[in-house]
């Protein structure tokens, strides 16, 4: 049963998700990260931004794995998931950018840069997982199917999901049609989970990944099975929770 924790005030949110991933990296210095992109944790972000520049908390030990990259994406474009750490997280803190990593969209051969990417997440055990949740109840990219591929592999993305990212493209043409992603065998080995769902928009899907059946049509509903999970979520979120 995961832990759950609804906050009331917006700013709030961001402030626990941080002092969450802050506290770890306090304590454990060589802490090993596994990142998110998408909206939901730019406050987090911004948060460890302010935590590091008030002297607080250092990240320069910090190794960091990110979840997910479009394919075919130049690593430089500004939708980029590289592009988005860069200027939500790494760019502002002490993080040596070699110890970051995000998977490279761009290589020539994607299912050999798949197994890369789990090659370096085997010699390294993620210390705490950020994850967001899409509306069909993905995680990375792991996108509902009749079963899921537990280790790093490009997905094709839903039209669902292509639409809900067009925001940080010109037009819905320009989002990439596949993607590479951590599968959730890697998700699950993480030592702590931290799942961050924000608006109205989410609360259906998370209260069903949280408390429905344990399905690969609802990914999220997969870390049911993992031991320590904390869902942070807002008062819109968090409406279907007591
Ligand atoms: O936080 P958002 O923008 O709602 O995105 C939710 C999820 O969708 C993704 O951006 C992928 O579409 C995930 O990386 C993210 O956790």
Redesign the pocket.
């Known amino acids: 049963m995961a832990n759950v924790i609804k906050v009331t005030h917006e700013e709030d949110f961001h402030k626990v998700a941080a002092h969450i991933v802050a506290s770890l990296v306090q304590t454990s210095p060589r802490a090993v990260l596994g990142l998110?992109?998408?909206?939901?944790p730019v406050g987090l972000y911004r948060e460890l931004i302010q935590i590091h520049k008030q002297g607080l908390v250092s990240f320069a030990k910090v190794k960091s794995y990110n979840?997910?990259e479009y394919a075919g994406l130049p690593t430089d474009h500004p939708a980029s998931y590289r592009t988005f750490m860069n200027e939500h997280l790494f760019n502002h803190i002490d993080i040596n950018l070699e110890n970051t990593h995000v998977p490279d969209g761009q290589a020539t051969d994607l299912d050999a840069e798949c197994r890369l990417y789990d090659e370096m997440l085997s010699e390294a055990v993620i210390d705490l997982q950020v994850?967001?949740?899409?509306h069909n109840g993905?995680?990375?990219?792991n996108e509902p199917d009749d079963s899921l591929n537990p280790a790093t592999h490009v997905v094709t993305l839903l039209e669902q999901?292509r639409e809900?990212?067009s925001r940080y493209f010109d037009s819905i043409d320009e989002v990439p049609a596949q993607a590479i992603t951590m599968g959730v065998g890697s998700i699950m080995k993480a030592r702590q989970i931290l799942l961050l769902v924000r608006g109205a928009d989410k609360a259906e899907i998370i209260h069903r990944a949280v408390t429905g059946p344990i399905t690969t049509q609802c990914p999220a509903s997969l870390l049911q099975l993992h031991s320590n999970v904390t869902v942070l979520l807002d008062a819109e979120a968090g409406r279907l929770f007591q």
């Open positions: 998110a992109t998408g909206g939901t979840l997910d994850l967001g949740i899409g993905h995680i990375g990219f999901t809900a990212n």
